[in-house]
């Protein structure tokens, strides 16, 4: 059974991932200077193919290769040029990162997108997903893992007093466990996989961070709580306007064996952002329905927006990534 190890501390805020626009440093910049509990690597997915989420990961790969047809992003034999580009906008991003953390102590979080995500997402040479073929899922998750162990090396060879937190991104993993993944002509679907299968896979790349805390970040509906849990997710990060009654069980008994939740109650794009405290009154809310008391509320919750910035004009993000840190604060002032 998983316990939060909460090493960001009590009413913090974090960011999911992605920013908009395409200069590495100002998005460091932004994230280091907002964020001080828990800051993150930010993904910066409009300078194109290589930055996106399934090519910034297929560029951390070992060992299997990447590259871009007009369907999508291929496995393919050698690294190319869109291997290339993926790893050098990493590196990019990795010294900006780098440039403002100078001194930084404290946690980290990087994130990448997890095996099953990406089996839904690169393609075999046969055109279908990688998701059809159970072999090809064994050789992702493996190569996957391979290439975050040397990923999370490298982030805490550039900021060495870092306490880092990995997040998988698995926006599809409903649609894995639920057969709703279609295939190359449409007209079909890829049948469920097995949810023994999914969560040892899930296992397996978690690990990777060893005594680290690990988040599984999906800002899809009917996010699979009990599953994350028993794979080892430490926190599950998830947007709270997707919930329904249906998963509250789930949540009640995942903050009671001492998982935390990355809550998304800012929207993403740009809107008027509301008071702090009314953005944070449906977290509120759903503690009383679970009958959880609300001293636990700014240890296990971390506030952020309900998915990633990369919609969001560059002042927006700004403003959301601020509003998140107020509206935590909102949440330790009056956890009533």
């Not at 690990?207 to 509906?221: E, I, K, M, Q, R």
């Not at 403003?319 to 009533?336: F, I, K, T, W």
Request: contains cysteine; proline residues 7%.
């Amino acid at each position: 059974m998983s316990e939060t190890k909460n090493i960001w501390g009590p009413a913090a805020a974090t960011g999911v991932g992605s920013m908009p626009g395409g200069d590495a440093r100002e998005a460091a910049k932004t994230v280091t200077g907002s964020l001080e509990a828990l800051p993150h690597l930010p993904e910066l997915p409009a300078r194109g193919p290589g930055a996106d989420m399934i090519g910034r990961t297929a560029g951390m790969l070992v060992d299997l290769y990447a590259r871009v047809e007009p369907s999508g992003w291929r496995i393919g034999d050698r690294p190319g040029r869109d291997t290339r580009r993926a790893r050098s906008w990493l590196v990019e991003d990795l010294d900006a990162l780098e440039e403002f953390t100078q001194g930084y102590t404290g946690a980290l979080k990087v994130s990448a997108v997890g095996p099953w995500t990406l089996a839904a997402a690169l393609e075999l040479r046969n055109g279908e997903v990688a998701l059809s073929d159970p072999g090809a899922c064994r050789d992702l998750a493996g190569s996957l893992a391979e290439g975050l162990r040397g990923h999370l090396a490298e982030v805490r060879r550039r900021v060495p007093g870092a306490s880092l937190v990995l997040q998988l991104d698995e926006p599809s993993l409903t649609a894995v466990l639920t057969g709703t993944v279609r295939t190359a002509s449409g007209y079909r679907t890829h049948r469920a996989v097995d949810r023994g299968v999914v969560e040892g896979a899930l296992r397996d790349v978690l690990a990777v961070a060893g005594d680290g805390p690990v988040v599984v970040h999906s800002c899809a509906p009917a996010v699979p709580f009990a599953l994350l849990r028993r794979a080892g997710a430490t926190a599950i990060s998830f947007d709270l306007s997707l919930l329904t009654e249906r998963e509250e069980e789930s949540i009640g008994e995942a903050v009671e064996a001492g998982t935390a939740l990355f809550v998304g109650t800012v929207p993403g794009t740009d809107s008027p952002l509301s008071d702090p405290a009314g953005s944070v009154m449906g977290v509120r809310t759903l503690w009383r329905r679970l009958g959880l008391a609300p001293g636990t509320l700014t240890e296990s919750v971390v506030i952020t927006p309900a998915c990633g910035l990369a919609g969001a004009s560059p002042g927006y993000a700004r403003a959301a990534l601020a509003h998140c840190v107020r509206a935590a604060g909102s949440l330790a002032d009056n956890p009533e």
